[in-house]
């Protein structure tokens, strides 16, 4: 039974990046380093209004009296800030793209490659329906059925363009939910921000598509900083996917991303993750440090903000979806899976703060490590003065392949109202070599077994995913499990 | 069907079974007996090839073919089947897409394409019926939260849709009652055919009342000490092992 066990650390070791490919095509790089002038340039490259400029600089100038984090349950080496380039885009062809037609095909060969539709047409015929804003380094590169959905009076945009076309939402909600000064990868974000999506679902409407956006980091050395804004007004429903890859390299590569949710009264938000970055080699080498601070906020009464993420890829995952429960009854959730193999590492986890009364949220976190990974599930829960009635529920589960992985919990509970109710489950559990071998005596192959067992495990988040997207998120994990086992 | 020559095995190096010879013809019920530790269940593993044994001499040919040699997947391929001790809980996959993924793996290694989830329904809907299982079993994740007598029988009905060519239950009938104890033999009695072996490992005489075995074999101390008749159960059950340690432990020849 302990040759099954080495020969599964070893296998998953040697496990294969699908996306690791490099995309052949002419950049426009600005040099590596960061200062005002950098936040200057991107800020004019962008042709962006003074305001913009001013916060950007308003971040900037915080961030230099701002430290990185260290309490998180991660180990890197010092990130060298001024040998990043903090813009790298393909080469426009005049003013950029206006439509598909324009858009380069190399590019649209990369989302092919990628298995993401960018021709309405293929979508049109029935192959999925879902809108596409495509983000590659730092600029958005196409947003398909902007059109169909522009006669609802939906806003589905790049960032960029949300600036020039809808100011007065853009300046309104900006930093309402993380604000600048909020944490070190945030407010770099703030400084530095290229591109992102922006979605505005008007008062009543429901989204009729899924939107998503695919992040794609390409150039070497460069980060890439994306801001997303989602505001749902008042009885709006809106479920938003965003899926990620970049190319293998040596260096790690920087990925600080901000996203800010705002749910008006009654209005649904559903957000689903499905992170695949480059993790790094078997050694550990390269790979994405994945620094992001995701927020909503249920500003309205009985409004509902749904995090979902599958995180199975970079070197480094710091991310804690959070949700802000201010409006009375309104519920917050947090669906997670993260997987680390190899030399990942991850600290992830939730934070939950009720403000209004009759609030609700709900976690399930499950975390799945193998080969040298370390998984740690950090989460808060916040019950404030004023949030009579408010209950949580949190379930942590980890699950252990190996000898040489870890798993860790830390949750933090903060309970200022005596009618607050909550709930902590918490397990951890090793995948079995009596559960292999039963699967393996009923003619299941190990690979199969393991791939079987810790879909099993995940079934709770699974079920949260859009459907499409849920079969995905398996044959992901599948596939980052094969090879896990020999 | 079943031949296992001059076995001898070791966990942690330790000897458990020391020179086992069975011959178990096609179509036949053999009942393996023995007091705890005699090395029943060890014999049952390694015929489905858990790891943790080691065979360190002799060999075991299963229709023809080197058992031995294969790993515990292509065992159960080539159609041997165990039913468990203790049946293991797989939370969050459900007994039909546990069994669905088996009964394809076993399908494909024979040559035969997946079957469709209409025609798998329909199988498994007639092999229920045939073992007495509660539909709402089907549904549930994989033994979890299952009651022991449920779990035995989820057993009896992976062997239904399985159709092995070999099944070893090993102890299946250890802590039913007499009511789990009926459902289980008669599952096994319906399966009961003539391309299909069986062997029966067992602490008790009990489980023979309901299936009657053509051949039944003692186990003492890694051994086989005394092969007989169906009536060897019953001496059995009347005088205990007792007596059989005793001959064991007289001198060869004596």
Same mark, same amino acid.
């Given at each position: 039974?302990?040759?099954?066990?080495?020969?599964?650390?070893?296998?998953?070791?040697?496990?294969?990046?699908?996306?690791?490919?490099?995309? %052949?095509?002419?950049?426009?790089?600005?040099?590596?380093?960061?200062?005002?002038?950098?936040?200057?340039?991107?800020?004019?490259? +962008?042709?962006?209004?003074?305001?913009?400029?001013?916060?950007? &600089?308003?971040?900037?100038?915080?961030?230099?009296?701002?430290?990185?984090?260290?309490?998180?349950?991660? =180990?890197?080496?010092? @990130?060298?800030?001024?040998? #990043?380039?903090?813009?790298?885009?393909?080469?426009?062809?005049?003013?950029?793209?206006?439509?598909?037609?324009?858009?380069?095909?190399?590019?649209?060969?990369?989302?092919?490659?990628?298995?993401?539709?960018?021709?309405?047409?293929? @979508?049109?015929?029935?192959?999925?329906? @879902? !809108?596409?804003?495509?983000?590659?380094?730092?600029?958005?590169?196409?947003?398909?059925?902007?059109?169909?959905?522009?006669?609802?009076? #939906?806003?589905?945009?790049?960032? /960029?363009?949300?600036?020039?076309?809808?100011?007065? &939402?853009?300046? +309104?909600?900006?930093? /309402?939910?993380?604000?600048?000064?909020?944490?070190?990868?945030?407010?770099?974000?703030?400084?530095?921000?290229?591109?992102?999506?922006?979605?505005?679902?008007?008062?009543?409407?429901?989204?009729?598509?899924?939107?998503?956006?695919?992040?794609?980091?390409?150039?070497?050395?460069?980060?890439?900083?994306?801001?997303?804004?989602?505001?749902?007004?008042?009885?709006?429903?809106?479920?938003?996917?965003?899926?990620?890859?970049?190319?293998?390299?040596?260096?790690?590569?920087? =990925?600080?991303?901000?996203?800010?949710?705002?749910?008006?009264?009654?209005?649904?938000?559903?957000?689903?993750?499905?992170?695949?970055?480059?993790?790094?080699?078997?050694?550990?080498?390269?790979? #994405?440090?994945?620094?992001?601070? +995701?927020?909503?906020?249920?500003?309205?009464?009985?409004?509902?903000?749904?995090?979902?993420?599958?995180?199975?890829?970079?070197?480094?995952?710091?991310?804690?979806?959070?949700?802000?429960?201010?409006? %009375?009854?309104?519920?917050?959730?947090?669906? /997670?899976?993260?997987?680390?193999?190899?030399?990942?590492?991850?600290?992830?986890?939730?934070?939950?703060? =009720?403000?209004?009364?009759?609030?609700?949220?709900?976690?399930?976190?499950?975390?799945?490590?193998?080969?040298?990974?370390?998984?740690?599930?950090?989460?808060?829960?916040?019950?404030?003065?004023?949030?009579?009635? !408010?209950?949580?529920? /949190?379930?942590?589960?980890?699950?252990?392949?190996?000898?040489?992985?870890?798993?860790?919990?830390?949750?933090? @509970?903060?309970?200022?109202?005596?009618?607050?109710?909550?709930?902590?489950?918490?397990?951890?559990?090793?995948?079995?070599?009596?559960?292999?071998?039963?699967?393996?005596?009923?003619? #299941?192959?190990?690979?199969?077994?393991?791939?079987?067992?810790?879909?099993?495990?995940?079934?709770?988040?699974?079920?949260?995913?859009?459907?499409?997207?849920?079969?995905?998120?398996?044959?992901?994990?599948?596939?980052?499990?094969?090879?896990?086992?020999? | 069907?079943?031949?296992?020559?001059?076995?001898?095995?070791?966990?942690?190096?330790?000897?458990?079974?020391?020179?086992?010879?069975?011959? $178990?013809?096609?179509?036949?019920?053999?009942?393996?007996?023995?007091?705890?530790?005699?090395?029943?269940?060890?014999?049952?593993? $390694?015929?489905?090839?858990?790891?943790?044994?080691?065979?360190?001499?002799?060999?075991?040919?299963?229709?023809?073919?080197?058992?031995?040699?294969?790993?515990?997947?292509?065992?159960?391929?080539?159609?041997?089947?165990?039913?468990?001790?203790?049946?293991?809980?797989?939370?969050? $996959?459900?007994?039909?897409?546990?069994?669905?993924?088996?009964?394809?793996?076993?399908?494909?290694?024979?040559?035969?394409?997946?079957?469709?989830?209409?025609?798998?329904?329909?199988?498994?809907?007639?092999?229920?019926?045939?073992?007495?299982?509660?539909?709402?079993?089907?549904?549930?994740?994989?033994?979890?939260?299952?009651?022991?007598?449920?779990?035995?029988?989820?057993?009896?009905?992976?062997?239904?849709?399985?159709?092995?060519?070999?099944?070893?239950?090993?102890?299946?009938?250890?802590?039913?009652?007499?009511?789990?104890?009926?459902?289980?033999?008669?599952? $096994?009695?319906?399966?009961?055919?003539?391309?299909?072996?069986?062997?029966?490992?067992?602490?008790?005489?009990?489980?023979?009342?309901?299936?009657?075995?053509?051949?039944?074999?003692?186990?003492?101390?890694?051994?086989?000490?005394?092969?007989?008749?169906?009536?060897?159960?019953?001496?059995?059950?009347?005088?205990?092992?007792?007596?059989?340690?005793?001959?064991?432990?007289?001198?060869?020849?004596?």
């Amino acid at each position: 039974m302990e040759t099954t066990s080495t020969s599964t650390i070893e296998q998953f070791a040697a496990q294969e990046y699908k996306f690791g490919f490099v995309t %052949d095509i002419e950049q426009e790089n600005i040099p590596p380093g960061l200062s005002e002038d950098v936040v200057r340039l991107i800020s004019a490259k +962008k042709e962006e209004p003074e305001w913009l400029l001013e916060w950007r &600089l308003r971040a900037y100038r915080h961030w230099l009296t701002m430290e990185e984090p260290r309490w998180a349950n991660i =180990h890197h080496a010092p @990130i060298d800030y001024q040998s #990043i380039i903090y813009y790298a885009a393909p080469k426009a062809k005049g003013s950029g793209p206006k439509s598909l037609d324009e858009v380069d095909p190399e590019l649209l060969k990369t989302y092919e490659k990628l298995g993401i539709p960018l021709h309405e047409r293929e @979508i049109l015929a029935g192959v999925s329906n @879902i !809108a596409v804003d495509a983000v590659f380094d730092s600029v958005s590169v196409a947003t398909t059925f902007k059109a169909k959905l522009a006669d609802m009076g #939906i806003i589905f945009s790049s960032f /960029s363009e949300a600036v020039r076309e809808h100011p007065e &939402l853009v300046k +309104k909600y900006l930093g /309402s939910v993380v604000p600048y000064t909020d944490n070190f990868y945030a407010t770099l974000n703030s400084a530095v921000f290229s591109d992102g999506s922006f979605v505005y679902i008007p008062k009543g409407v429901r989204c009729p598509m899924e939107l998503s956006t695919y992040f794609r980091i390409n150039a070497k050395n460069s980060g890439q900083f994306e801001r997303t804004l989602i505001i749902a007004d008042e009885g709006a429903h809106v479920s938003y996917l965003e899926g990620c890859t970049a190319p293998m390299r040596d260096e790690n590569q920087l =990925h600080a991303a901000v996203v800010e949710l705002v749910a008006l009264d009654n209005a649904t938000i559903k957000y689903s993750t499905v992170q695949n970055w480059y993790p790094g080699d078997e050694n550990g080498k390269g790979g #994405i440090y994945n620094f992001v601070t +995701k927020r909503g906020k249920c500003e309205g009464r009985a409004s509902k903000i749904s995090w979902t993420q599958v995180e199975t890829g970079s070197a480094i995952t710091w991310k804690y979806p959070s949700v802000i429960l201010k409006g %009375d009854d309104s519920i917050g959730e947090f669906y /997670s899976v993260a997987l680390t193999k190899g030399w990942q590492q991850a600290d992830t986890g939730t934070k939950m703060i =009720h403000i209004g009364k009759n609030t609700k949220s709900n976690i399930v976190s499950k975390g799945i490590s193998a080969g040298h990974g370390q998984n740690t599930y950090r989460g808060s829960v916040k019950i404030l003065k004023g949030a009579d009635g !408010a209950r949580n529920f /949190s379930q942590c589960d980890s699950m252990l392949i190996g000898q040489d992985c870890g798993a860790h919990t830390f949750p933090y @509970i903060d309970v200022q109202n005596p009618t607050a109710q909550m709930e902590h489950e918490a397990t951890t559990s090793k995948i079995g070599e009596d559960q292999i071998f039963y699967c393996n005596q009923r003619g #299941i192959s190990t690979e199969d077994a393991v791939s079987m067992i810790v879909n099993g495990f995940c079934k709770e988040v699974f079920r949260e995913l859009p459907m499409e997207f849920a079969v995905e998120a398996q044959k992901l994990l599948a596939v980052n499990l094969e090879g896990s086992v020999g | 069907m079943l031949q296992i020559k001059n076995l001898h095995v070791s966990v942690d190096g330790n000897e458990i079974l020391r020179g086992i010879d069975l011959e $178990v013809p096609t179509g036949a019920v053999h009942a393996i007996m023995g007091p705890n530790g005699s090395g029943k269940s060890t014999l049952a593993r $390694v015929l489905a090839g858990q790891e943790a044994y080691e065979v360190t001499q002799g060999e075991v040919i299963f229709d023809g073919k080197d058992l031995l040699e294969m790993d515990p997947e292509e065992r159960a391929r080539e159609g041997v089947f165990m039913a468990f001790q203790y049946p293991v809980e797989i939370p969050g $996959v459900s007994n039909t897409y546990f069994l669905k993924a088996a009964l394809n793996a076993v399908r494909k290694h024979r040559g035969l394409t997946e079957i469709d989830a209409m025609e798998f329904l329909t199988l498994v809907r007639q092999k229920m019926k045939l073992v007495q299982m509660e539909e709402s079993l089907l549904h549930r994740p994989v033994n979890e939260g299952f009651s022991g007598g449920e779990k035995k029988r989820n057993e009896i009905f992976h062997m239904a849709v399985l159709e092995p060519r070999l099944a070893v239950l090993d102890e299946t009938d250890s802590g039913l009652d007499i009511d789990a104890l009926r459902i289980v033999a008669d599952g $096994v009695n319906v399966l009961r055919q003539q391309d299909r072996s069986f062997l029966l490992i067992t602490h008790y005489q009990r489980l023979l009342n309901y299936i009657i075995p053509d051949r039944v074999h003692v186990l003492l101390d890694g051994r086989i000490v005394r092969s007989g008749g169906k009536e060897l159960a019953l001496e059995l059950e009347e005088k205990g092992y007792v007596w059989l340690e005793e001959a064991a432990a007289q001198p060869v020849g004596a």
